[in-house]
């Protein structure tokens, strides 16, 4: 889906280092397709062991909304599972702001129309103390000018180029690889190292 | 051709390059690529729906690794579900002509362990997997990295995936190890010492004369965490015990096809003065057996520390209370009531030696339950031809069948809520050995000693009892 400027609510979820395993635990892993992860996002934080839902968990708290996540630094570190961009897209997050992120995490969100957003420490302090006081607090999310803003005051995101192009056009690398087939072959034949 | 003075890694990725524009990402040629039954089935589902192919069938090698049960691999898989997935792998395999060492094969296992107990992981290479643990091939002096199923299908599709070149970090530790110290404890120790996080956005090479002096398995056991800090792979420039590691196993090359690869594998190497992006120095005399008390692999101490206190991020008190552990302990004393040795980490065939040659003579104790987990066919025969598997079962432990096993708990192996295990494998997030599940990240020795004594022990206590040596 194309990704355009919008504006919504977040939901903060100021853990650190939240790996993958607690985005989607592996044994949800068995799926053959895409769909569907997305009632299992954070399950383990989410529902205790007989399938309530915890109440002190932030996806369970109803003045949380929105399709923006805003959390701690190294968001999806681990395993490569690309099961996690899945499940927080099927949720219906397209933005996921931190300090950093993960690098495989970074490229499967990217892959799968979710705008990872780099921030500094001090503005993400901001960011949870405004939605602290003020659940609703809109967040603008400007992909084209690489600007985001809350609050009058506005901060700017780096991108690459070509990620950005593909985001808000709905491209994907596919495209792009298959297109390079003819200079991948002339690559092959004088490739001689293995 | 440029005289310039080169990193082992940007000697490898320049020569891999298809096409470099300032605009996008670079078009990066892939040699080898791993798929498993967990993030390979959307893939191909992917090619089909767009009417596209398999370009290169014969640079791809599958196997069935993290869903397979580790007990009666000869009868059908009892859960429906992971039935199905390793099911739908033979189909796409088959149906895109793709090589599979499927259940029951000889050459099937951990897919970080049997690429290079084949030949096929080979220095120079690029490899990548859908798994982040591919970093383990870098060992070898390849550039090995994990990839999420959309790029799996982008190399099918084309065998290249699209890249932009990371920084590069050199970790160089030198000295000799002490007694009861080994290559797991210097990685557990450096992600310990630089965090989590620490070389996210980094290619690391390891160097330095505590990693030369290494075996390959010790190497591969190296790069495979460099994952757990973030980094996008790590890698060793290969040596003669790389070569000799390589020489006569099934994919290695052969004959006249053996000097033409050598000519190649000889200039790998970082050039004198080849800069880093960062450099960070450690000494091997400061490294004791490590272990994990937290819920990520940065959370290490020495056997013989406390476990710190939180520093106001309340990270570590988050942990403490997921652990029901307290900051200020120590951990030595502390009852266990599993030991995992497994994983792509540590189940190779020293691993298998280095814990039976422990454990002679020795019973488990009676609170833990042990699982010994080999990480392919391969290692399991090997380890039956030597007669460990008796030396494991008058010790009590229970050797299993190839596969990821408690490491994810995908399948039956799960560690209990509430349980404590300690753990040759990678990673001590919370519920990664199964819902609610305890982790401590050891060595195989320390997870060995834990077995015997039914508690966190500091190995070297034990070594000195049984004038037993590393
Ligand atoms: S053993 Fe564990 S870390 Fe290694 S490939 Fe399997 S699941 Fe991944």
Redesign the pocket.
């Known amino acids: 889906m194309p990704f355009d400027k919008f504006i919504d609510t977040a939901v903060p979820l100021p853990a650190t280092n939240v790996d993958t395993d607690q985005i989607i635990p592996?044994r949800f892993l068995k799926a053959t397709t895409r769909e569907g992860f997305g009632k299992n996002l954070f399950r383990d934080w989410r529902y205790d062991n007989e399938g309530n839902e915890k109440s002190d968990f932030v996806l369970n708290q109803s003045i949380f909304s929105g399709s923006i996540l805003v959390t701690g630094k190294n968001f999806g570190c681990g395993?490569s599972r690309e099961h996690a961009a899945w499940a927080l897209s099927d949720y219906g997050f397209k933005v996921v702001i931190s300090t950093f992120f993960a690098d495989i995490f970074k490229n499967n969100a990217l892959n799968n129309g979710i705008l990872p957003i780099v921030a500094d420490a001090v503005t993400m302090s901001k960011i949870f103390k405004a939605i602290e006081i003020d659940p609703t607090t809109k967040i603008e999310i400007d992909l084209p000018n690489e600007r985001w803003s809350f609050d009058r005051e506005t901060y700017s995101f780096e991108i690459n180029a070509f990620k950005k192009e593909c985001l808000i056009k709905g491209y994907n690398n596919m495209d792009y690889l298959v297109s390079k087939k003819g200079p991948i072959e002339k690559f092959e034949q004088e490739h001689i190292y293995c | 051709m440029s005289k310039k003075v080169k990193t082992l890694f940007d000697k490898i990725y320049d020569k891999h390059v298809v096409e470099s524009r300032d605009a996008s990402p670079d078009v990066f040629y892939i040699d080898r690529h791993f798929i498993?039954e967990v993030t390979s089935p959307q893939a191909f589902d992917g090619l089909r729906k767009k009417g596209l192919t398999v370009a290169r069938p014969k640079q791809t090698i599958a196997t069935a690794?993290?869903n397979v049960p580790t007990l009666n691999q000869h009868l059908p898989i009892k859960e429906m579900l992971s039935r199905i997935q390793v099911e739908t792998l033979t189909q796409n395999c088959k149906e895109f002509g793709i090589d599979l060492y499927g259940l029951g094969h000889e050459n099937q296992g951990?897919?970080?362990v049997i690429g290079p107990e084949l030949g096929i992981t080979q220095p120079g290479m690029t490899i990548v997997c859908g798994?982040?643990?591919t970093s383990?091939h870098g060992a070898f002096g390849s550039i090995a990295f994990g990839i999420g199923t959309s790029e799996v299908e982008q190399v099918l599709a084309t065998q290249c995936v699209l890249q932009s070149k990371p920084k590069t970090m050199k970790i160089e530790i030198n000295g000799a190890l002490s007694e009861g110290v080994l290559s797991k404890d210097i990685i557990l120790y450096i992600i310990s010492k630089i965090s989590a996080a620490g070389a996210t956005g980094y290619f690391v090479e390891y160097c330095g004369t505590a990693i030369s002096s290494l075996s390959m398995e010790a190497r591969m056991t190296i790069c495979?965490m460099s994952i757990e800090m973030g980094a996008r792979g790590g890698l060793i420039a290969p040596d003669e015990i790389t070569f000799e590691y390589l020489k006569g196993r099934s994919f290695a090359p052969k004959g006249e096809d053996w000097d033409k690869k050598m000519a190649y594998w000889s200039t790998l190497f970082s050039d004198p003065g080849a800069s880093f992006d960062k450099v960070i120095n450690f000494d091997a005399a400061d490294i004791e057996p490590m272990i994990t008390y937290g819920t990520n692999p940065g959370m290490g101490i020495g056997i013989s520390h406390a476990i710190p206190t939180d520093d106001g991020t309340g990270e570590i008190d988050k942990a403490m209370s997921y652990m029901n552990l307290s900051s200020g302990e120590n951990l030595e004393g502390q009852q266990i009531d599993y030991v995992f040795i497994?994983?792509?980490?540590n189940?190779r065939i020293e691993d298998l030696r280095l814990v039976a040659d422990f454990v002679k003579d020795k019973r488990k104790a009676d609170n833990v339950e042990v699982w010994i987990v080999p990480?392919s066919k391969k290692v399991e025969a090997q380890a039956i031809e030597e007669g460990l598997d008796q030396i494991f079962l008058k010790a009590g432990f229970e050797l299993r069948q190839p596969?990821?096993?408690a490491?994810?708990a995908?399948n039956e192996d799960k560690v209990p809520a509430g349980k404590y295990c300690v753990s040759t494998?990678?990673?001590n997030f919370e519920g990664r050995q199964g819902p609610g599940s305890r982790t401590f990240l050891a060595s195989p020795l320390t997870a060995a000693a834990a077995a015997v004594t039914g508690k966190i022990t500091d190995v070297r206590k034990l070594l000195k009892n049984t004038t037993y040596a590393v």
């Open positions: 592996a395993s | 498993h690794d993290h951990i897919v970080h798994d982040s643990h383990t495979n497994g994983s792509c980490t189940s990480g596969g990821c096993s490491c994810l995908m494998s990678n990673r």
